[in-house]
C-alpha cells in the first residue's frame, strides 16, 4: 500500500513540474516582444528509484536554464558598434550635406556671379551700376563663404554637444550595469536561476545600448557579473564598481576632450556613436573647413593682386578687393573672416577696373574676371570652382561612403539578430507545442492520479470487507 | 533552424522599409526630374554638375558681353561708314574746287561743302554709344575731337589705348577705338587739319595745297577703310563666336541633363514596380501574421 501512496506522490510531482512547464512557457509567450530576453527552458530530470523494486519516483524540475550563446551575443555588440558609428557619421555629414545647398545655389553660384559681375564692368567700366553690382556680387560671396564655414563650425559643435550627452549616457549605463552585477552578486551561490536569468537579460538590454555609444570590451567572469572595458582597454565597469568618464572643453574652439579616470580617451574610442562623431568632428570636418579656408585665402589672395595693380577712374592705384576681418593663421580662419575691403566696400568708385591710369580702361576688370579661370589652387591644378566641386564631391562621397557602410552593417546584424533569435528568440509556434506538450502530460498524469487513487479505493473498499 | 516571430517581423520590416525608401526616392525623381539632388546621390556627377554650371555661367556671361559688342560694332561700323562717305564727299569737293577756270562763287560753293563735310566727319568720330565715345579710346568720356567757334579742330584729346572685351576665353575683340589712328595716322597733320588747309586753299584757289589735300585725303580713306576692316573682321568674331558659345551651352546643357536628370520613363517604371513590390512585403507580413500553431489551441 505504501508503494500506491509513493505512487500518488510521484503523479503530484509529475503533475506540479508540467504546471512549472506551463509556466515557464507562459513566461516565454508573455515576453516574446520584451527586447533582451532570452528564451527559458525548464529542465526535468527522472527521479531515481528508492528501492529494487521501484520504477522511480516520477520527475524532478532540476531548475530553468535560458537559452544564450554568448558568441553571438558578443558578435552582435560588435555590430551594433560599427553600425552605430557609421549611422553617426553618415547622419551629421548629412546635415552638412544638406547646408551646402544644390548645385548653382551655392559658393559655385556666388563665385560665377562674382566673377560675371567683373565681366560687365568691363564692359562698361564706368557705369556705377555695374560697380554696385560687383559689390554685391563680392559681399553675397563672402557671405557664402562666411556661412559655409560658420555652418562647418556648428556641425562641430553638435556633433561635440552630442558627445558630451552620450558620455553622460555612458556613465548613467555603466552604474546601471554595475547595479545589476551587485545584485547578482547578492544572490549568493544558491541563488534562484529564474532571478539570475531576469538580471541578465536586464543588463544585456544595458550593455546593447552601451555598444551603440562607443567600442567596448566585455568580460563574463566565472561568478556571472561581467566587468566592461572602454578605449582600449580602460576599466569602466569592474563588478559593482564604475569609473566615471568624463568630458571637459579644451583648445580654443572650446571642444571637449573625453577622460576616463583621469586619462585622456578621445582618440581611443574609434567605434560606436561616440566613435563616428569623433571622426566627425575631428577628422571630416576639420578636413572640409581647411579646404574651405584655403579657397578663401586663394580667391583674396587672387582678386587682391590684381586689384591692387589696376586704376580706379578717378586715377587711385588700386588697393586690396578682400581683407579679413581677423587675421588668418596660415589659411586657417580665412572663410570665416572674409569680408569686402571697407574702402572699396564705402565706394564704388574705388574698384580699380582699369590697367592704366586712363578712366575707361577695363584691363584690369578683365584680369579679375579671368581669375576664374586661373588655377590657384593645389598648386596651379585647380580653379576655385574646381575646388568647391571637389570638397562638394568629398563630403557627398563620404556621406555615401558612411551611409553604404551603415547599410552594410545594419544588414549584418539583421542576420546576426537573426542567429540570436535562432538560439534565445521565442517562437510562438514552438510555444504553442510546448503548451500542448506540457497540458497533455499534466492530463496524463491528472488520470495516472486518479487510476492510483480508483486503485487504493479498491484496496479499501476490500479491507473493509 | 528555428524561426521566431521577431525574426519574420525584422525582415518584414526590412523589406517594407526596402521597398518604400526605394519608392520615395522614385517618387521624388519623378517629382522633381532630377536623379541628383544631393552630393551624395553621386558625387561624381554632382562635382561635374557644379563644373558645368561654371562654365554655364561663364558662357551665359561671354554671350551677353559679345551681343553688347555687337551693338557697340555695329554703331563703330555705321559711324566708319559715315566716315568714308564723308572723306570721299571731301574729295569730289576738293575736285570741284580744282582748275583755274572755277570762278570765286564756284570755289566758295566747295569751300562750303568742305566745311559741312568736316563738321559731319567730326561728328562721325564724336560718336558715342551708351555714353562713352566709340572712337575716344580707353578714355571714354573724353571728346576725341572738339571745335572751337571759328572751326578749328582740337587735336586729339582721349586716350589712344583702345578696349577690347573677352567674348571667349582667349578671345578678346576692340570695342572702342583710337580715332586719332584713322584721322591723323602717321601723317604730320591730322584730317581736320588738312580740311581746314582745304577750305583756305579752295577759297584761293591755292591749287597746289587742295592737290596735297587730296592726297592727305587719299591717305585718310584708306586708313579709314582699314579700321572698318577691322572692325568687320571683329564683327564677324563676335557672330561666330556667338554661334559658337550657343553650340557651347547647348552642349554643356545635355551634359549636365545626362549628369543629373532622372530617366522618367524608367523612374515611373520602377515607382510602379516598388509600388508592386510594397505591395507584396505587406500582402507577406498580413499573411505571416495569420498564420499561427496558437490558432489550433482549443
Known amino acids: 500500500m505504501s508503494d500506491l501512496f509513493r505512487s500518488l506522490t510521484s503523479a503530484t510531482r509529475a503533475m506540479d513540474a508540467q504546471r512549472f512547464g506551463l509556466d515557464v512557457t507562459g513566461h516565454n509567450i508573455a515576453n516574446v516582444n520584451t527586447p533582451g530576453y532570452t528564451r527559458r527552458v525548464a529542465d ?65 553660384a556666388r563665385l560665377t556671379d562674382f566673377f560675371n559681375s567683373f565681366a560687365r564692368l568691363a564692359d562698361d567700366p564706368l557705369s556705377a551700376v555695374a560697380r554696385q553690382e560687383v559689390l554685391l556680387q563680392a559681399n553675397a560671396l563672402t557671405a557664402a563663404f562666411r556661412s559655409t564655414a560658420e555652418g562647418f563650425a556648428e556641425a562641430r559643435r553638435s556633433a561635440d554637444l552630442r558627445i558630451v550627452g552620450a558620455v553622460d549616457e555612458i556613465n548613467e549605463l555603466a552604474r546601471g550595469i554595475a547595479a545589476i552585477n551587485d545584485s547578482i552578486a547578492a544572490l549568493g551561490s544558491g541563488r534562484p536561476e529564474g532571478a539570475l536569468h531576469h538580471l541578465r537579460d536586464q543588463r544585456s538590454v544595458l550593455v546593447r545600448q552601451l555598444t551603440e555609444l562607443a567600442d567596448v570590451g566585455i568580460l563574463e567572469r566565472e561568478d556571472g557579473l561581467i566587468d566592461i572595458s572602454l578605449a582600449g582597454g580602460r576599466a569602466l565597469v569592474v563588478g559593482d564598481n564604475t569609473y566615471a568618464v568624463s568630458t571637459a572643453p579644451t583648445g580654443p574652439n572650446g571642444l571637449s576632450v573625453i577622460s576616463l579616470n583621469g586619462a585622456d580617451v578621445t582618440g ?15 577628422v571630416h570636418l576639420p578636413t572640409y573647413q581647411q579646404r574651405l579656408d584655403e579657397q578663401a585665402f586663394a580667391l583674396a589672395g587672387a582678386v587682391n593682386t590684381v586689384h591692387a595693380a589696376g586704376f580706379d577712374p578717378a586715377g587711385n592705384t588700386g588697393q586690396d578687393f578682400f581683407a579679413f576681418s581677423a587675421p588668418p593663421v596660415g589659411v586657417a580662419g580665412a572663410a570665416a573672416a572674409l569680408t569686402v575691403d571697407a574702402v572699396v566696400a564705402a565706394d564704388g568708385n574705388r574698384i580699380a577696373a582699369a590697367g592704366i591710369n586712363v578712366a575707361a580702361d577695363n584691363q584690369a576688370a578683365r584680369a579679375l574676371s579671368a581669375v576664374r ?35 552594410i552593417r545594419r ?21 504553442a507545442t510546448q503548451l500542448m506538450k506540457f497540458q497533455r502530460a499534466y492530463e496524463a498524469n491528472a488520470r495516472f492520479f486518479r487510476v492510483i487513487d480508483q486503485t487504493l479505493d479498491l484496496l479499501f473498499a476490500t479491507l473493509v470487507r | ?120 566727319l567730326l561728328a562721325d568720330v564724336n560718336t558715342v554709344h551708351r555714353g562713352t565715345y566709340v572712337f575716344g579710346g580707353a578714355s571714354g568720356t573724353v571728346q576725341p575731337y572738339t ?40 601723317d604730320a597733320d591730322d584730317l581736320f587739319t588738312v580740311l581746314n588747309q582745304a577750305i583756305t586753299a579752295a577759297r584761293a584757289g591755292d591749287q597746289a595745297t587742295l592737290s596735297t589735300a587730296n592726297l592727305a585725303l587719299d591717305r585718310a580713306l584708306d586708313r579709314a577703310t582699314g579700321m572698318q576692316s577691322r572692325i568687320g573682321a571683329g564683327q564677324r568674331t563676335v557672330e561666330d563666336d556667338l554661334a559658337r558659345l550657343s553650340a557651347a551651352m547647348r552642349g554643356s546643357e545635355a551634359r549636365v541633363a ?28 498580413g499573411a505571416t501574421s495569420r498564420l499561427s500553431l496558437m490558432d489550433y489551441l482549443k
Open chain 2, 147 to 186: 571745335k572751337n567757334g571759328v572751326g578749328v579742330v582740337s587735336a586729339y584729346q582721349a586716350a589712344t589705348t583702345e578696349v577690347s572685351v573677352d567674348i571667349e576665353r582667349g578671345i578678346e575683340v576692340a570695342v572702342s577705338f583710337n580715332a586719332e589712328s584713322f584721322i591723323k595716322g602717321t
Open chain 1, 411 to 431: 544588414e549584418v546584424v539583421n542576420s546576426v539578430e537573426t542567429l540570436r533569435d535562432q538560439v534565445s528568440g521565442v517562437s510562438l509556434d514552438e510555444e
Open chain 1, 268 to 282: 581611443d574610442i574609434t567605434g560606436g556613436e561616440i566613435g563616428g562623431l569623433l571622426v566627425v568632428r575631428d
Open chain 2, 258 to 285: 545626362a549628369l543629373e536628370d532622372a530617366n522618367l520613363a524608367e523612374a515611373v517604371s520602377g515607382m510602379q514596380q516598388a509600388d508592386q513590390a510594397y505591395q507584396a512585403a505587406l500582402a507577406a507580413v
Open chain 1, 373 to 407: 579661370d586661373t588655377r590657384v589652387l593645389d598648386g596651379g591644378r585647380a580653379t576655385l570652382t574646381d575646388s568647391w566641386s571637389q570638397l562638394v564631391y568629398r563630403i557627398g562621397r563620404d556621406v555615401q561612403a558612411a551611409s553604404h557602410e551603415q547599410g
Open chain 1, 44 to 108: 526535468f530530470a527522472a527521479a531515481p528509484p528508492e528501492h529494487q523494486w521501484s520504477a522511480g519516483r516520477g520527475v524532478d524540475v532540476v531548475g530553468i536554464h535560458a537559452q544564450r550563446d554568448r558568441l553571438i551575443d558578443r558578435r552582435l555588440e560588435q555590430e551594433i558598434t560599427a553600425e552605430a558609428r557609421e549611422g553617426a557619421i553618415a547622419s551629421s555629414l548629412g546635415v552638412v550635406e544638406a547646408r551646402l545647398g544644390a548645385s548653382g545655389r551655392s559658393i559655385d
Open chain 2, 1 to 120: 533552424m528555428r524561426v521566431t516571430f521577431s525574426s519574420m517581423y525584422r525582415e518584414a520590416m526590412s523589406g517594407l522599409e526596402g521597398a518604400i525608401e526605394r519608392r520615395l526616392d522614385l517618387q521624388r525623381q519623378v517629382s522633381t526630374g532630377k536623379r541628383v539632388e544631393r552630393a551624395s546621390d553621386d558625387p561624381s556627377a554632382m562635382a561635374r554638375v557644379i563644373v558645368e554650371r561654371g562654365q554655364q555661367a561663364a558662357l551665359d556671361q561671354y554671350t551677353q558681353t559679345a551681343d553688347s559688342a555687337a551693338a557697340r560694332l555695329n554703331v563703330a561700323d555705321t559711324a566708319l561708314s559715315d566716315a568714308v562717305k564723308h572723306i570721299s564727299a571731301a574729295q569730289v569737293a576738293l575736285v570741284s574746287a580744282r582748275g583755274s577756270q572755277k570762278t570765286a562763287a564756284e570755289r566758295e560753293a566747295a569751300a562750303l561743302n568742305l566745311e559741312a563735310l568736316r563738321d559731319a
